[in-house]
């Protein structure tokens, strides 16, 4: 006979995380009520509500040619120009 309740088991799911976070999410879970199952459940299904994560995630920005260009420019900065005032470097940008 199939299973009854409305959270059947269907599939395994298996991560590599390293110990000491496995252990901290753990606590947290614990103190929440919850198993990893449900929790890790939980995330699945936040997953599928929103169609992407269930929170921001902030990726490095790739540098472009030009920002890796000026980054090695400041690396050298004997070699950048300098200006005595604001009006000469403005007149040297044409601005």
């Known amino acids: 006979m199939p299973p009854t309740d409305a959270i059947s088991k269907t599939t395994t799911v298996s991560a590599r995380i390293d110990e000491a976070t496995?252990?901290?999410?753990?606590?947290?879970?614990?103190?929440?009520?919850?198993?990893?199952?449900?929790?890790?459940?939980l995330f699945y299904k936040q997953v599928e509500l929103r169609q992407g994560l269930p929170f921001s995630v902030e990726l490095p920005k790739v540098p472009n040619e030009d920002t890796l260009e000026a980054i090695r420019e400041a690396e050298n900065p004997e070699a950048l120009c300098s200006f005595e005032t604001?009006?000469?470097?403005?007149?040297?940008?044409?601005?």
Request: charged letters at 25%; zero cysteines; a neutral charge.
């Open 22 to 41: 496995k252990e901290n999410a753990v606590r947290v879970f614990e103190r929440l009520g919850l198993t990893t199952s449900q929790a890790i459940m």
């Open 86 to 95: 604001p009006e000469a470097l403005f007149r040297d940008l044409g601005v």
